[in-house]
Nanobody
Framework: QVQLVESGGGLVQAGGSLRLSCAASGRSFSNYAMGWFRQAPGKERELIAVISWGGGRIVYADSVKGRFTITRDNAKNTVYLQMNSLKPEETAVYYC????????????????????WGQGTQVTVSS
């Protein structure tokens, strides 16, 4: 089991940058696939990026490719999301998620594939 706590959200102008962090507590963080998702009011939760338990596979949503970067530091039990060139329509609550996936080749990109979730952090992009 793992507990997740996001930080780094806030208010930023369009075109600006933010770096989100997700600190994990519990055992065997390196055995978890990790993901970032977001949910805007009245919309479904959607994929931003996921990274495999070994770090060798990364999948991005088309809408963020080239602007967002997901990384993980297993020594610090932390996964990051660097967000550049933010747009007002990306205002949402951003969630970190984890899935115990040691030894598994598949990497889920759907929210339903992740068992553990943080409380979320608000990102507001002003125009």
């Amino acid at each position: 089991q793992v507990q997740l706590v996001e930080s780094g959200g806030g208010l930023v102008q369009a075109g600006g940058s933010l770096r989100l962090s997700c600190a994990a507590s519990g055992r065997s963080f390196s055995n978890y696939a990790m993901g970032w998702f977001r949910q805007a009011p009245g919309k479904e939760r959607e994929l931003i990026a996921v990274i495999s338990w070994g770090g060798g596979r990364i999948v991005y949503a088309d809408s963020v490719k080239g602007r967002f970067t997901i990384t993980r530091d297993n020594a610090k039990n932390t996964v990051y999301l660097q967000m550049n060139s933010l747009k007002p329509e990306e205002t949402a609550v951003y969630y970190c998620a984890g899935d115990y996936a040691y030894g598994r080749r598949s990497l889920s990109t759907a929210p339903s594939g992740y068992e553990y979730w943080g409380q979320g952090t608000q990102v507001t992009v002003s125009s």
